[in-house]
C-alpha cells in the first residue's frame, strides 16, 4: 500500500478525509506515516483560536450611530403603513411634541416682535434640544476640568442650579424624543437625566471625594462623548430641516 | 418574554428602521469576533461589522423568517471579511512581506522555512503565536476564511463551501492549502517531537 498524502493526513486531522477507515487502518500499521501525522496533529494542536480583543466601550451603540444615517428607508404597502405601530406612536407623540414646543419657548431666547414666525414645533424642539445639549455639556466639562486635587470644598451651589434648570427641560426633552421614537436621544437624555439629579441635589459644598465620584460617573457613562455624537446628529437634522424648508424662519 | 430575532426583522420590513438597532446589539460582538479571527486587525473588524450590518439591512427581503438571523448574518459577515481581505491583498504591494534570515516583522520580513530546521530554532509556542500572524497574512483570503472557519470555528466542510460558495471538495481543498502553507511557515518555530520521517509513494 502506498503512503498517505498530505492532503489525505491535514484532513484525516479534521475527520474530513475521504475513505477514513483506509487511512486509520494504514495510519496503525505504518510507522512513517504515523510520525507525519503526529506532526500535522502537534502543530495544529498548537494553533490556539487567536484571542479577541474586548470591543470597544459601547460598541453595540457607537455600531448604531455610525449605522443610523446609512440605512435606507424600506418602503411600506398602502396596508403596512396603515397597520404600523410607530404611526399611532406618532400620533400621540405630536400632542406632546406641542407641549415640548411650548416648553422649548421658555428655555429659549425670544426672538424680536418684528420677525414672522413661522414654526415647524419639530424644527423648534430639535433647535432647542441642540442647545439644551450644548448647555448641559458646558456644564459638565466645567465639573470635568474642576481641580480634582483640591483639598478644600467647592462651591457648587451655581453647578446645582444650571443642573436643577437643566433638569426641568431635560424630562420634556426626553418624553418628546421618546414620543418622536428616537431612543437615542432618548437614551441619552436619560443617562444626561440622571447624573443632572445627582448634581442637583447633591451637596452645595463638595469634598474632593464627592467630586471625584460625580466625575467617574459621568466618565464610566461616556456621558460627554455620547452628547457630542447626538449633539451633532441633532446639529445635522435641524440643517436638513431648515434646507428643506428654504426660506422659512424660525 | 424576549423578542425573536424574526420578530424584529418584520418589524424592520414593515417600516420601524429604529428596530434594526436591537438587531445590531444582539449581534455585533460575535459578528466582531469573528470578523477579529479572520482580520487579525481591530479597526479591518469593527469596519467589517458596519458593512455586514448595512449589508443585512440592504437584504433583509432576502431572509426566510424561519431561519435563524444569526447564522444568515454570519454567512454574510464572512463574505463581507472575504471581500474585505481581497480587496487589501490586492492594494498591498508585492514586495510587502520580503525574505529574511533575521526577520524583522516591523519591516515585513519573514522567514522561510528549510527542509532541516535546526534546534536553535524550534521555539516555544509564544514565538509560534507571533509567527502565526504573519503566515496567515500569506494565505489567500479564501484560505484564510476556510481555515478560520474549519479550525478556529469548528465549522463543517459544508457550512464553508456554503459561505464560499464552494463545492465540498473545493472547500476541502482549501482548508488543505491553506494548512500546507502554515506548516511550510510555522514548523521551523513549532515543538513537534521527532524529525520527519522520508516517505515514498503516497496515497492510498
Known sequence: MNHLNEEQIVLHYYGDAEKEEEIRAHLAQCQACQAEFERVRLLLGQIEPIDVPEPPTFFEEKTWLHLRDRLPEKRLGFRQWLMSPKRWALAAGAVLLLAAAFAAGRFWPRPSQNTRLVADPQRVVLVAVGDHLERSQMLLVEIMNADPNSRETLDFTGEQQQARDLLDANHLYRLSAQHVDDPQVARVLDDLGRVLAEIANGPTELSPGDLKEIRARIQSQELLFKIRVVGSEVDSKVHRQQAAAGNTRI | ?204
Do not use: C
Open chain 2, 1 to 204: 418574554m424576549e423578542v425573536t430575532d424574526a420578530a424584529v426583522v418584520a418589524q424592520v420590513l414593515a417600516g420601524d428602521r429604529e428596530a434594526f438597532r436591537l438587531l445590531v446589539e444582539r449581534h455585533s460582538r460575535s459578528i466582531f469576533r469573528v470578523a477579529y479571527r479572520m482580520t487579525g486587525d481591530q479597526h479591518d473588524a469593527e469596519e467589517i461589522v458596519q458593512e455586514t450590518f448595512l449589508r443585512a439591512y440592504r437584504s433583509l427581503e432576502r431572509f426566510e423568517l424561519r431561519s435563524n438571523f444569526g447564522t444568515w448574518l454570519y454567512r454574510i459577515a464572512v463574505n463581507r471579511t472575504l471581500d474585505f481581505l481581497s480587496a487589501r491583498k490586492s492594494q498591498m504591494h508585492t514586495n510587502r512581506f520580503q525574505i529574511a534570515d533575521n526577520p524583522d516583522p516591523e519591516e515585513g520580513q519573514v522567514q522561510l522555512a528549510t527542509s532541516s530546521p535546526g534546534p536553535d530554532r524550534l521555539l516555544l509556542s509564544a514565538e509560534l503565536k507571533k509567527r502565526l500572524a504573519q503566515a496567515l497574512a500569506l494565505l489567500t483570503p479564501a484560505e484564510r476564511v476556510a481555515f478560520t472557519m474549519r479550525h478556529m470555528e469548528g465549522q463543517s466542510i459544508e457550512e464553508i463551501g456554503r459561505v464560499l460558495n464552494l463545492k465540498a471538495s473545493a472547500a476541502k481543498n482549501s482548508v488543505f492549502r491553506a494548512v500546507q502553507k502554515l506548516r511550510q511557515q510555522l514548523e521551523p518555530f513549532a515543538s513537534l517531537g521527532p524529525q520527519r520521517v522520508p516517505r515514498s509513494g503516497a496515497g492510498v
